[in-house]
């Protein structure tokens, strides 16, 4: 499973650091990502990143929020600076993993955690 760490309320232009581990039995992971849903609005992608490090973002975050992962801890990361009132939402880790070597490639989400903006 996916565990997600790291939301709250920060006042705008404030930061915060999100993280989401994967726990149990885990042969590999290949692509992880944040997802974030406002009140309203349907998910949309945040931010991903490949195993080998490739990142991808939505264009609302770019040049305030990094994603990174630490392979060894099977963790990704969130870090978001900036933030704007329009940033809050419920924010969700995705992940494509792989729980052998025989097992097909799943996609799991995390539980969410919530990220007020707000003065």
């Known amino acids: 499973q996916l565990q997600a760490s790291g939301g709250g309320l920060v006042q705008p232009g404030g930061s915060l650091r999100l993280s989401c581990a994967a726990s149990g039995s885990i042969f590999s992971i290949n692509d992880m990502a944040w997802y974030r849903q406002a009140p309203g609005k349907q998910r949309e992608l945040v931010a991903s990143i490949a195993r080998g490090g490739t990142t991808n973002y939505a264009d609302s975050v770019k040049g305030r929020f990094t994603i990174s992962r630490d392979n060894a801890k099977n963790t990704v990361y969130l870090q978001m600076n900036s933030l704007k009132p329009e940033d809050t939402a419920v924010y969700y880790c995705?992940?494509?993993?792989?729980?052998?070597?025989?097992?097909?490639?799943?996609?799991?989400w995390g539980q969410g955690t919530l990220v007020t903006v707000s003065s």
């Open positions: 995705n992940a494509d993993l792989r729980r052998s070597r025989a097992d097909a490639l799943y996609n799991y």
